[in-house]
């Protein structure tokens, strides 16, 4: 979701985004000179002509060095030019020349917003609110900003009382309606969010990002062909929205649709210098293992955009997996030489030199990477891979496969009268909220579905119960972690934790998960909702869990190090980079899981 804001720089979540320009200054003095230099500079301001504008302000500051209306524009320049520090100190000056002027409140909070300095700025909208209640622009403003600290609830409250407010302005009403409609959804309240971004779109038809939230809202609602529509609406408002791009093709890949991927040609056609959107297609067509189109996207990203970091990354990872090593190593180089900090790019390095059999070099890579991230999951795994290719005792100590993997059966909350009760409803309940045709194509499972969005928290009461339980084992497991400040997983136990995702996934005949690790995780899962006839007991380990063996060849000579058989009422919990997969099952039946995401709090 992407709310309205003022920092289209950094948003992720799409908000409206209300940066005005600036208004006509308030003439606090009789100085006609200083007057006239004003009047000259926001002339140039509104055509964005910062240089002279720029000019204008410093002979007004020469003349009167406290005058508070050039000081505030000179402070709104270096806003709309990005230069937050400087629009900062300007700002200040301001306010301890007026402290009462609560317009400059709203312009320091939105700055402080910019450099991620969150709490400054709610205190800064919440000022600007107390000296001007009816001021839109603070509570707009305070509303992204306790949604940057995740206070969705108080972010909440602010939109409405923004909307409380007595106005004219219909804008403005579209745009806090908005907003109230994004923090909505990010609170699983989908049919609230619904109603309060279709409001906004209704008193303002071409309401930037409306289209593409309505979008997500929907599919979160299970109305997939009604999301596919705003975003096809929303990219004919603007073809190169990059998210909207990315969010329709993945809907319409988990739909089966033969139109995936045509949204980026038909934008190419129209926009052919863009770079950017043969890099997302290209990440597209890496993950549906269509590699020589894929190295073709990339190679023309980056003849158009020779230093595009996602191309080069990308051609290198398509490199690698078409076994030209040396090759990809080059792309690889090059980048980190150009950009040290790409920890991303470092780890499909690391990678290609394992699959290249140089895990001396890998491990090296992986070790000076960590100094750098020290729990970056796949680099973690990765340098366990290259530990166990070397014969490093460090490995068993890393992944510890005994200790490590830890197997809970979970008793019935209470209401039902048994696991398989629980399990039966639980499972029927699932079965009900999952929408799609197919799997997610940057997801692990192959012949079966996922629940989009959080499951926990999202207002599924069953799920709740079980999430009570959930916690119980979660709580043991870390309690059982022996204290090691040298360890990536024991050196993070923390009693208190969250989280930072959960879903549902069921699998049908011939399903199964790819080898894989959670970037995102600390301790990661699989409860065991409904499981096949066919995997209890099976000698071959149908529907098992498996751990210890990767998604590629890394020329170790071995398998996996541990497995363990499904069945209902079973969960599993490990370490999120330990490498984990299941084995396919022949079976009419469906297997159900939950599963989820732990980090330390």
């Known amino acids: 979701m992407q709310p309205l804001s003022p920092l289209r720089r950094r948003a992720n979540i ?132 306790l949604a940057a600290k995740n206070d969705l609830a108080a972010a909440e409250r602010a939109y409405r009382a923004g909307l409380a407010q007595p106005r004219r302005n219909a804008q403005h009403v579209a745009a806090l309606k908005h907003n109230l409609g994004v923090v909505l959804t990010q609170q699983n309240r989908h049919d609230e969010a619904l109603a309060e971004i279709m409001g906004a779109q209704a008193i303002s038809p071409n309401l930037p990002n409306a289209d593409f939230n309505r979008g997500n809202t929907l599919q979160m609602l299970g109305r997939l062909q009604e999301a596919e529509m705003a975003y096809l609406r929303a990219l004919s408002r603007n073809p190169l929205d990059l998210k909207a791009h990315g969010d329709l093709n993945r809907l319409l890949y988990r739909l089966n649709r033969p139109e995936f991927l045509a949204s980026y040609d038909e934008a190419l056609r129209r926009h052919p210098g863009f770079g950017a959107l043969h890099t997302e297609k290209g990440k597209f067509l890496f993950l549906g293992d269509r590699l020589e189109d894929a190295r073709e996207a990339f190679a023309r990203a980056l003849a158009l955009e020779p230093e595009n970091a996602a191309a080069r990354d990308g051609l290198g990872s398509v490199l690698t997996r078409l076994g030209d090593y040396d090759a990809a190593s080059r792309e690889f180089e090059r980048l980190i030489a150009a950009e040290p900090g790409q920890i991303d790019a470092r780890a499909n390095y690391a990678e290609c030199l394992l699959r290249a059999g140089d895990a001396e070099k890998s491990a090296a890579l992986s070790e000076e990477s960590l100094k750098r991230a020290p729990h970056h999951q796949l680099t973690l795994a990765l340098w366990g891979l290259a530990l166990r290719k070397l014969g490093d005792e460090r490995e068993r100590a890393l992944n510890d496969y005994e200790n490590f993997v830890r197997v809970y059966d979970l008793k019935a909350p209470e209401g039902h009268s048994g696991t398989d009760s629980f399990n039966a409803a639980l499972d029927e309940y699932l079965e009900k909220i999952h929408h799609d045709r197919r799997e997610h194509i940057n997801q692990t499972s192959r012949n079966g579905t996922k629940t989009s969005g959080d499951l926990f928290g999202a207002g599924h009461a069953i799920v709740e119960q079980l999430r009570a339980r959930i916690d119980e084992a979660v709580a043991d497991y870390i309690a059982e972690m022996k204290a090691k400040d040298d360890h990536p997983l024991l050196a993070r136990r923390k009693a208190a934790f969250g989280y930072s995702g959960s879903w549902s996934t069921r699998l049908a005949d011939c399903g199964f998960h790819t080898n894989h690790i959670h970037p995102t995780g600390w301790i990661s899962s699989a409860y065991y909702v409904a499981v096949p006839d066919a995997v209890k007991g099976d000698a071959e380990g149908q529907g098992s869990i498996k751990f210890g063996e990767p998604s590629f060849d890394a020329k170790l000579g071995d398998g996996a190090r541990r497995k363990v058989e499904p069945r209902p009422g079973l969960l599993v919990l490990f370490p999120s980079y330990m490498w984990h997969g299941t084995i396919p099952f022949r079976s009419g039946q469906i297997r159900t899981t939950v599963a989820f995401d732990v980090i330390p709090r």
């Open 14 to 145: 799409r908000p409206l985004e209300k940066v005005g320009l600036m208004s006509q200054p308030q003439m606090m003095s009789g100085d006609r000179q200083i007057a006239m230099l004003l009047q000259q500079a926001l002339t140039h301001l509104k055509r964005r002509e910062f240089a002279p504008a720029e000019t204008m302000l410093a002979r007004a500051l020469q003349l009167r060095p406290d005058h508070a209306d050039a000081l505030h524009l000179m402070g709104q320049m270096y806003w709309v030019q990005g230069r937050f520090a400087e629009a900062e100190e300007l700002y200040r000056k301001t306010l301890a020349k007026e402290p009462a002027r609560a317009e400059a409140h709203v312009h320091l909070g939105q700055v402080l917003h910019a450099m991620g300095r969150y709490d400054e700025a709610v205190a800064e909208f919440r000022e600007a609110i107390r000296l001007k209640l009816a001021l839109t622009d603070a509570h707009f403003g305070l509303g992204l900003a």
